[in-house]
């Protein structure tokens, strides 16, 4: 056949590349313990920056004479 090309007789899905076995691949528990850790600390920051957050808003309520919800003013002690 005049048209078909000489490649015609290769396998179209294979790859020049050997493909990575499991046991030559890198163990990603290294991998993710680091990134365990850059959110836990990443966490710490969040918490830390609402606690801020949350101290600026209350200081500011008080400054207004604005009850927060959550927030009660103590009770007057009967004696």
Do not use: H
């Amino acid at each position: 056949m005049p048209n078909q090309s000489v490649c015609s007789n290769d396998y179209p899905f294979v790859t020049t590349f050997p493909a990575s076995q499991p046991w030559d691949a890198a163990d990603p528990l290294p991998v993710m313990r680091r990134e365990m850790k850059l959110l836990l600390i990443e966490i710490g920051q969040l918490r830390t920056e609402v606690e801020q957050l949350r101290a600026k808003e209350e200081e500011a309520a008080k400054r207004k004479g604005i009850p927060l919800p959550g927030y009660r003013e103590p009770r007057p002690v009967a004696t």
